[in-house]
Structure formats: C-alpha cells, structure tokens
C-alpha cells in the first residue's frame, strides 16, 4: 500500500521559512511523482509544487515560485517543501500526494484529481 505522511507545519511569523517533509512507501509505479497541495479557509485546494521521481524535474505554482523549493531524499523515500519569506496568504493545511502519472508533474500540470494517494494535512499559520 501507498502511504505519505506529511509533517513540519507550524506557527510562524511573516517572512519566516518552514520545512514540510512527506515520508512515502509503497510506490511501485514506473513513473510517479509527489506534489505538495494547499488549501486555505473557504478555498478550493490547490497545487503547490511536484517532483517527478525519476529524473528530479520539479514544478512550481506562479504563486509561489521563488517562493518555495522542492526537493527529494531517495535514501529517505522524504519529499521536502522549503518556505521561505512566508506570508499570511500562506496559510493553509498543506497535503502531499502521490501520482503515478509523474510525467504531468515534468510538463507542468499539478492537479488534485491526477493524485490518488493522500496524506494528513500539515497546518501552516504565517502570523502577520
């Protein structure tokens, strides 16, 4: 079975950075990848960023590229979130997912009905 657990939310001021980690197993497709998705109060979910197992091509959502750095551990099966210079609109419960349609993440597609394996949310609260 395909499990993630993500873990690292937390309270932080504005233009704080955190660190979210989403621990994966299971994963016997070819060609997956894990994005990291957001979803604030009252809004839709959104995606954030991916990165595609086998070559390390990443993806970023306008909003928050330059913002926020994807990254992979193998020997860990850890995917990494980076925030930095965190903002109040950054608040919301982040999710990593898993796909086994990684070549979307390559071309620049992350979306919530292309990911099949969900873990807890993690909160982030940026204060102002």
């Known amino acids: 079975d395909v499990q993630l657990q993500a873990s690292g939310g937390g309270l932080v001021q504005a233009g704080g950075s955190l660190r979210l980690s989403c621990a994966s197993s299971g994963f016997t497709f070819d060609d997956y990848a894990i994005g990291w998705f957001r979803q604030a109060p009252g809004k839709e979910r959104e995606g954030v960023s991916c990165?595609?197992?086998?070559?390390?091509?990443?993806y970023y959502a306008d909003s928050v590229k330059g913002q926020f750095t994807i990254s992979s551990d193998h020997a860990k099966n850890t995917v990494y979130l980076q925030m930095n210079s965190l903002k109040p609109e950054d608040t919301a419960v982040y999710y990593c997912a898993g796909t086994g349609w990684g070549y979307r993440c390559q071309v620049g597609t992350i979306v919530t009905y292309e990911y099949d394996y969900w873990g807890q949310g993690t909160q982030v609260t940026v204060s102002s």
């Open positions: 990165i595609r197992a086998s070559d390390g091509s990443t």
